[in-house]
Structures are given as structure tokens and as C-alpha cells.
């Protein structure tokens, strides 16, 4: 297999592995175990003495061509498919610390990431840190001797701040401490964190990489000393392997990635441009604008735009109920990076188990709207909004 690929090659042919038949398309080996020819060939498999699989809570073909094609696209050495983004996002951070350690992360975090490492690890003697993850101060001000872990993701969710993920990886190589990136909003077209000095990247593969709403799916990716030494063994014995038929799913929902992500693009810039000019919508928040408070960084550390766009009607929850009830073909869901245009009111929904203090402190307010957008024409699209506006006071 050529490292040369461009990424549009790689999400084809990437990781394939045909079987004696010869298929196009690639396999779904849908088995819990695996046969061997001999006592002597089971013994030398357990050894690691031969290659080859033992149980598909371990690895399984399917999943290895997923893996080893998001390596490819991603630059990283390994990898491990998971069933959910939550079980990649948990998987990357739990795997790797012990009671006694510390966690400094970004606040802004998609809700269940926030609850792992703000509830969940401290349960486990784990400390944690949330900072504005904008300033980097805020991050070398929270560091403690027993730092391990930095967490963030950027784009966040829903109001798409972008952190400076190459200053923070510095600041974590200073200290000792690893930065996993959940990089699920930026999608690894846009943004490469392990080449800005992360040293894990994880993906809810069930937004842009099925991208059709099918089925739920996670990858954590890092270099093979990191996943030896940390991932290996934890992935192994609790169990959050992914299922080879949704790998299948995910390997030819990737096959289209760049498409989709193009057209999607498209569709929310040609949104964000729109509602900038209405007279119902106080601010748009969208990364490929310039009125971006972040524009800088961005154009620094993304290739793309973003497939969101985050806007606050003046009217608050009434006006974004009002304009989400009145779209026709934007339909109304907290799932993001699909072929269907979505929309979601986060105070009311994703964010809704915040505090308000803590939802204000994200910039979310009452009037605070997420449009995912899909990849229909964004001609249709447009005047759905439209349309749609006419139903929202100014
Ligand atoms: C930024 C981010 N990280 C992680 C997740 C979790 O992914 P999943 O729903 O596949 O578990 C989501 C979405 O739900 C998300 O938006």
C-alpha cells in the first residue's frame, strides 16, 4: 500500500484486505473466534510468536481494514476500533491513568466527555482540571507535578472555540503529560492533531465517518509504543470492541467521506453567510468566516472550514423553537455529520444537564442554535431557512 495516497485514495483502498475470492467490496468476517491448525499454532499465536487473530474482543479482519485505513488517513501507527465514540473517548483517557493522577481538560466538551473525566475519574481517585482551553495560560496554570492527561476538542460543541492544540502539545511534552484530542468536529480532512503534537486523536466515527446515521462507532489513534504500552492491554479485557458489521458499515461510509464533507461544507458556509444578514439572528459563529474571533488560529491550524455553524437568535428559546419547528427539510436532532441536515437547540438538549452558569460560561444561551448541515443542495437549504425565518420575530 502506498504512504503516498492522497486522502481521497487512501478511503477507498486503504487497510483492504481481500479474501481467497477476491471480492470488491470488503468482507464482513462476522465471527466471535478463530481456528487453529494445531495446539502447537494456538500456542505460538498466544506467544505472539505468529500473526493472526484469537478473538474479536481482541481484533478481527473487518475491523483491522477499518483501523489500519483511519491510520492511514490520520498518519498514526495504530489503532483500535470502538463501538461508540464514548467508548474511544473513555477508552484513551481511563487507559492511561491511576489513582494519584491529574487530568487537565477543556470545559468546553461534548457533555458525556465532560461527565468522564469531571464525575466519572475523580470516583476513581483521578483528578481533574476544567479550564478555558482558549488561553494557554489557563493551561500552564492548572498543571500539578501528577499531570499524565490533557484533554480537549476543537472545534467544540456547539459553539466552535478552537484551541490551539500545537501550543497545548507543547506545553504537555514540557510536563510530561499526554493530549488526547477528540477531533470529531474538525473531521480528519480538516485537521491532522497528531502532526500539530497531540499524542492520541479519538472520533465518534458515527458523525462524518458513516455520516448516513446507521450505526455508532469510535477509533482511538496514537503511535504503537503509546497503544502497547497503555491502550493494549485495557482495550483487551474490558471489552469495548467495535462489531465487525458496523467496521464494515464504517470502511464504506468512509469510502465517501471527502465528498460528503465537501458538499456539507458548502452547504454551511452558504448558511452561515446567510444568516449573518438576517435581521432575527444576533451572531454567527462559523470557522471559514472571518468575523471568526478565533480566524487566525484557524486558518493556522485547520485546512477546511467546518461542516457546523453555531447562530443566536435575538428571540431566545421561543425564536430557535419557532424557526426549528418551521424547517422543512432541516430536520430537528442532537446527531451531527450527517447526509441530512440537522438542528439542534443545545440548551434545551445536548447541554441541557448543565448548570446555567456553566452553559453561559460556554457561550450558550437560550437563543444559541447548532446547525449540522447535510449534503443536500444548498440552494434548498437556504431558502429552507428562509422560509423557516419568517416564522421568527426580529
Ligand atoms: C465531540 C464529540 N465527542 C464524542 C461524542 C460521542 O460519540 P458517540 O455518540 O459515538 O458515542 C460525540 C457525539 O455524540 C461528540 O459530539
Not at 444559541?368 to 422560509?387: C, H, L, N, P
Request: charged share 25%; aromatic share 8%.
Amino acid at each position: 500500500m502506498s504512504k503516498n495516497w492522497r486522502p481521497a485514495t487512501q478511503l477507498v483502498h486503504g487497510g483492504t484486505l481481500r479474501s481467497q475470492y477476491g471480492e470488491t467490496s470488503e468482507a464482513i468476517f462476522l465471527t466471535q473466534g478463530f481456528v487453529y491448525d494445531s495446539s502447537e499454532a494456538a500456542e505460538a499465536r498466544f506467544k505472539g510468536e505468529t500473526d493472526g487473530f484469537i478473538y474479536a474482543r481482541y481484533g478481527s479482519p473487518t475491523n483491522d481494514m477499518f483501523e489500519k485505513r483511519m491510520c492511514m488517513l490520520e498518519g498514526a501507527e495504530d489503532a483500535r476500533a470502538t463501538a461508540s465514540g464514548m467508548a474511544a473517548v473513555s477508552s484513551a483517557i481511563l487507559c492511561q491513568v491511576k489513582a494519584g493522577d491529574h487530568i487537565v481538560a477543556a470545559r468546553a466538551l461534548f457533555g458525556s466527555c465532560r461527565w468522564v473525566v469531571e464525575t466519572l475519574a475523580p470516583r476513581y481517585g483521578v483528578e481533574c482540571t476544567l479550564v478555558d482551553g482558549r488561553d494557554l495560560a489557563n493551561w500552564e496554570k492548572a498543571v500539578r507535578p501528577n499531570t499524565k492527561v490533557f484533554f480537549l476538542e476543537s472545534p467544540t460543541n456547539p459553539t466552535l472555540e478552537v484551541i490551539d492544540i500545537a501550543g497545548v502539545a507543547r506545553l504537555a511534552d514540557q510536563v510530561g503529560a499526554k493530549l488526547v484530542v477528540d477531533n470529531v468536529f474538525a473531521t480528519p480532512l480538516f485537521q491532522k492533531p497528531l502532526e500539530l503534537g497531540a499524542h492520541v486523536v479519538v472520533y465518534s466515527a458515527t458523525k462524518h465517518i458513516d455520516g448516513q446515521g446507521r450505526c455508532l462507532g469510535g477509533v482511538v489513534l496514537s503511535n504503537k509504543q503509546w497503544i502497547d504500552e497503555n491502550l493494549h492491554d485495557y482495550f483487551r479485557h474490558t471489552g469495548p470492541a467495535m462489531s465487525p458489521f458496523n467496521a464494515w458499515t464504517l470502511l464504506k461510509g468512509i469510502e465517501t467521506l471527502p465528498l460528503r464533507v465537501k458538499q456539507q461544507t458548502e452547504n454551511a458556509r452558504r448558511v452561515a453567510d446567510f444568516l449573518a444578514d438576517q435581521p432575527q439572528v444576533a451572531r454567527v459563529i462559523y470557522p471559514g468566516r472571518r468575523d471568526h474571533p478565533q480566524a487566525d488560529l484557524i486558518a493556522k491550524q485547520m485546512s477546511g472550514g467546518s461542516t457546523l455553524v453555531a447562530f443566536e437568535l435575538k428571540g431566545g428559546k421561543d425564536a430557535a423553537f419557532a424557526l426549528q419547528n418551521a424547517l422543512e427539510i432541516v430536520r430537528i436532532s442532537n446527531n451531527l455529520g450527517d447526509s441530512k441536515s440537522l438542528i439542534t437547540h443545545p440548551a434545551t438538549t445536548t447541554h441541557k444537564n448543565l448548570s446555567d452558569e456553566a452553559r453561559a460560561e460556554l457561550g450558550i444561551s437560550a437563543g444559541t442554535v447548532r446547525y449540522s448541515a447535510g449534503i443536500e443542495d444548498s440552494d434548498d437549504i437556504v431558502e429552507d431557512f428562509a422560509q423557516a425565518l419568517k416564522h421568527v420575530r426580529a
